[in-house]
């Protein structure tokens, strides 16, 4: 059981252009959203959380869109640049649980 | 640095032998993890420590893996009679939080290949 669905699996956007990459959860229990970042190599990094007493969270050129009803949260990446080509992955996870769920990824590619 | 240390980088072995996955966290970090990433397949949880011990070894594919941390410190994933569909890049991560609702630092991984 796939616990969190994210999509699409791939993504290539233009520099300057908006990446948009989305999640669905199944647990209403979840009260923890975070976004990591994954360069080739390398292990993936914090990028940006959200929990659900808020509906939008933004760091920079990041943003947290969350939709508590629909069970969705999506990371907007606003002008997009090629040091942004990475893969993303959406996770949830509940206080007091242990492991933190992960969708499959999205690889971004962002074109000059 | 300080981060999250993983060893070897890269393992080949032939199938059917057994492999040791070391971690060495960063100092002081209570939490622990296990995550198995293959290609397509995300990031899939595999055990959870929190100190020496570990509440949640749900993930562990079979009784081929186990998996200990001592001294609270470096953990060792072990695979017994490895298979070809073993293959994949396991990543350690730890945390300083009880709580896992809160970032985790991961290490830069182990690629392990059954040929």
């Known amino acids: 059981q796939q616990q969190v669905k994210q999509s699409p699996q791939s993504l290539i956007v233009q520099k300057g252009g908006i990446s948009i990459i989305n999640c669905a959860y199944e647990?209403?229990?979840?009260?923890?959203f975070p976004w990591y970042q994954q360069f080739p190599g390398k292990g993936p990094a914090l990028l940006i959380a959200i929990r659900p007493d808020v509906s939008e969270k933004k760091e920079g050129r990041f943003t947290i869109s969350f939709n508590k009803s629909a069970k969705q949260f999506s990371l907007h990446i606003m002008d997009s640049q090629p040091g942004d080509s990475a893969t993303y992955f959406c996770a949830a996870s509940k206080e007091g649980g242990t492991a933190l769920i992960f969708g499959k990824g999205t690889t971004l590619s962002v074109s000059s | 640095g300080a981060g999250v240390s993983q060893s070897p980088s890269n393992k080949v072995t032939e199938k059917g032998k057994d492999v040791e996955l070391r971690c060495d966290p960063i100092?002081?970090?209570?939490?622990l993890y296990w995550y198995r990433q293959s290609l397509g397949q995300g990031l899939e949880f595999l055990i959870y420590f929190q100190g020496n011990s570990a509440p949640d070894k749900s993930g562990l594919p079979s009784d081929r893996f186990s998996a200990e941390r001592t001294g609270g410190s470096v953990s060792t994933l072990t695979i017994q009679r490895t298979q070809q569909e073993d293959s994949a890049v396991y990543l350690c991560?730890?945390?300083?939080?009880?709580?896992?609702?809160?970032?985790?630092?991961f290490g830069e991984g182990s690629r392990l290949t059954v040929l």
């Open positions: 100092s002081g970090h209570t939490a």
């Open positions: 647990n209403t229990a979840f009260d923890y």
């Open positions: 991560a730890s945390s300083p939080r009880r709580s896992n609702t809160g970032e985790l630092f």
